[in-house]
Structure formats: structure tokens, C-alpha cells
């Protein structure tokens, strides 16, 4: 237990915040989150951690945006966190194209609003901040497989090009005012509490609705385009890992092992013993204006320097979301039996 540090995190309602938080907490942090405000609930990945905000608990949650430097100002001086985490982002690739000066906005110039605020903290307080920076194997795109840490940025989309000047945002802190700004470079990394837009968890949603009758087709973009699928859980380890060291630095996060859209299908048409071909259909609507085609992380300097490693192999990943999305089916399958049927959501 460390205790009695306090973390800041953007992003806690997101999938990795939401499994950063929980690794926190166990550590004894004090955790206080922001939030956006929204007209409907958004914290249903943190649900079960987050207790009666009167009662004693050691999560918080704050109103706030990326887009809202004032706001960030204030809640930094608040908080006076050692750590902050800044993974809150529009992280979709596809939808950056569809909102290029919002994704930049926020993905971006929020890193530099953050770090200003983080800056005035610092020499306001006389206290040193530690501050993660959720870099994207994105910023890769189209440099060829493998990547590390000595690969140029090649990025092919406006989410990618944000996500580098974020990047380099984190290094010029660091370098002009000292700053602990650690950058990590994550690939993929999925798990049970994916967005449902994203491919592996469209894939795992779809298949296993499929499976039980509950849809009938899964239309999806390119299949030739190969990532490096890891698990979240162990992602954030990395995250909270590089902050615990003595020198800050960027380190590249992966599995080190890459496969196409359609294999992640196959495996996960064998779990379900479903032929996806049969099933699956092409949308141009899922192709993006400039694509990615092979993502594969060279890690060696995490697995030196930080003793990390994932736990989660491909295949443990592919039936970890297989079994909770099967559950998820099952659910449906009762409630439409009871004359309750789900709309169909959007899909990107
Ligand atoms: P999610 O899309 O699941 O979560 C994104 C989070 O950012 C949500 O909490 C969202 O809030 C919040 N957010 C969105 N817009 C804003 C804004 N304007 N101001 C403040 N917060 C905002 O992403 P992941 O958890 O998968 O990823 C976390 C971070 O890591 C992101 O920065 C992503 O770009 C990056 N990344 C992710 C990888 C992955 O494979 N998952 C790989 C590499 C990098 P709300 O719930 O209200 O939408
Ligand atoms: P990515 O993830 O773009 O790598 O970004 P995504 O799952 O969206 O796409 C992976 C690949 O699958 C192809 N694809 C489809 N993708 C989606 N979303 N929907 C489809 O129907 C579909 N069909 C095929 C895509 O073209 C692509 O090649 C994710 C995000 O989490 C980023 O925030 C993060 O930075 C990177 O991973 C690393």
C-alpha cells in the first residue's frame, strides 16, 4: 500500500481509466477523476468502486474537460495530486476524421492545457507533479512493423497527428521546466470494458449476439489491417510503472505479437464454433480515408526498465471477451424473450 498519495486522472470513465482507477485504489491512493458532463450516465465502468460521494471514499469525481483550461487550472490546484494521468481523448481513429478540430482540440492542445496547469501548480506550491501522458501507437501509422521507442512518427489520421503533438508537448515540458512528464506509447489494448465501437469489441458483441439469435449480420471495414492486441489491466500497470521511476522517459507498451481483423474473427468464431464468414459483411462506411495497415510494438525497454510484462496472452484475451460478451447475449436473450428487445446503437 502507498499511502496517502493522491492521483488526478482525465479519462476515469473510459476503459482504462476505469481499470487505472482500480489499481490505484488498491494501492491506497486517494483517486479524484474528471468527469464531462453529460445528459445521460457515463460512469458505468466505475460504478462498482465508486461509493455514496457522502460517505468516506477515497474516489472522487470532478466536472471538467480537456477543452477547458480554467477548469483544469482549478481542479489541479484543488486536487494538489503527485501523479496525473491524462488519458481522457477522443480516441476514436475513424471519428477523428468526422471531427478533426475537435479530436485535435481535445486529444492535443488538451495535453499543453493540462501541463500548464500541472507548471502553475508546481510553481505556485513548490511541489513536483508526476504526469502520464497516454501516447498511441497511432503515432507509428505508417512507419513499418516493428516499432519502438527509435521509430519516427509516421501518423495517418487527425487523431494520430494530435496524439504526437501531445507527445512532443510532454517532451518540451519536460526539457524547458524539468518537468516528470513520462510519455507512454500503448498499442491496442482491449478488454471486457472496450468501447463497442472498436473493432475487437464489435467483434465479440456481434458474434456472441449472433450466436444466440439476437442479430443476424456484423458489417465491418478492412480485415488485412494487422494490431498488437494486449489486455488493458495490464496496460495500466505500465502507466503507473513509469511514474514510480527516478528519471522520467517514454516507453512503448505491446505484446511484441501482431494479427489481422480477420484472424482476431477466426479466433473468435472458433470460441463461438460460428462460421463469421457467413455472417459478415463489408461497409465502406468502416474504411478510413488513410489506414494503418501493421502495428507491432518492439516493448524490450518497458520489459528492462520497468520489470513489465503482460500477463494476458492473445488467445486468454480473445476468451476473456468472448465469455462476458456471451453473458451480456444471454441477458438480452431474456429480456427479449420477455417482450423487452434492444434497439440497434450506432456503430463506427
Ligand atoms: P476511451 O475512449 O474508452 O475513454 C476516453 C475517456 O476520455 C473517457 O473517459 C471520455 O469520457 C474521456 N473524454 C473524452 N473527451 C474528453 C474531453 N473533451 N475532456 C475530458 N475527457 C474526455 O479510451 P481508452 O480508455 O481506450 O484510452 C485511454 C487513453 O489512451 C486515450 O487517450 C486513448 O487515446 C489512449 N490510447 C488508447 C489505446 C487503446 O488501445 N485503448 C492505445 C493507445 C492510446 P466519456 O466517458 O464522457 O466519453
Ligand atoms: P484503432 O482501433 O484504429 O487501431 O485505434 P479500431 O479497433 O477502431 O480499429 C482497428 C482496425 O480495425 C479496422 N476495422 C474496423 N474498426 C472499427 N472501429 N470498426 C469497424 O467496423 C472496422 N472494420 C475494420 C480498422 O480499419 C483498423 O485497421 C485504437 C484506439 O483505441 C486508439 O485510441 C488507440 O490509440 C489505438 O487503438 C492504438
Known sequence: ????????????TG???????????????????????????????IDHIYADPHSNTRLHLHYGDLSDGTNLRKLVARV?????????????????????????????TG??????????????SGRT????????????????????????????SPYAVSKVAGHWFGINYRESYGMFVCNGILFNHESPRRGETFVTRKITRALTRIKLGLQDKLFLGNLESKRDWGFAGDYVRAMWLMLQQDQPDDYVVS???????????????????????????????YLRPAE?????????????ILGWKPEVSFDGLVRMMVEHDMELAKQERVLAEAGFSKAGGRSA
Do not use: C
Request: charged letters at 30%; a negative charge; hydrophobic letters at 35%.
Open 1 to 12: 500500500m502507498i499511502a496517502n498519495k493522491k492521483a488526478l486522472v482525465t479519462g476515469i
Open 15 to 45: 476503459q482504462d481509466g476505469s481499470y487505472l482507477a482500480e489499481l490505484l485504489l488498491a494501492k491506497g491512493y486517494e483517486v479524484h477523476g474528471i468527469v464531462r458532463r453529460t445528459s445521460t450516465f457515463t460512469t458505468g465502468r
Open 80 to 108: 494538489e495530486p503527485d501523479e496525473v494521468y491524462n488519458l481522457g481523448a477522443q480516441s476514436h481513429v475513424r471519428v477523428s476524421f468526422d471531427q478533426p478540430e475537435y479530436s485535435a482540440d481535445v486529444v492535443g
Open 111 to 124: 495535453v499543453l492545457r493540462l501541463l500548464e496547469a500541472v507548471r502553475d501548480y508546481q510553481d505556485d
Open 129 to 156: 507533479v508526476r504526469m502520464y501522458q497516454a501516447g498511441s501507437s497511432e503515432m507509428y501509422g505508417a512507419a513499418p512493423a516493428p516499432q519502438s521507442e527509435a521509430t519516427p512518427f509516421y501518423p495517418r
Open 255 to 285: 505484446t511484441g505479437e501482431s494479427y489481422r481483423v480477420s484472424e482476431f474473427l477466426d479466433k473468435v468464431a472458433a470460441e463461438l464454433d460460428l462460421d463469421w464468414k457467413t455472417v459478415v459483411e463489408f461497409d465502406p462506411r
Open 292 to 304: 494503418v495497415d501493421h502495428l507491432e510494438g518492439d516493448s524490450s525497454k518497458a520489459r528492462r
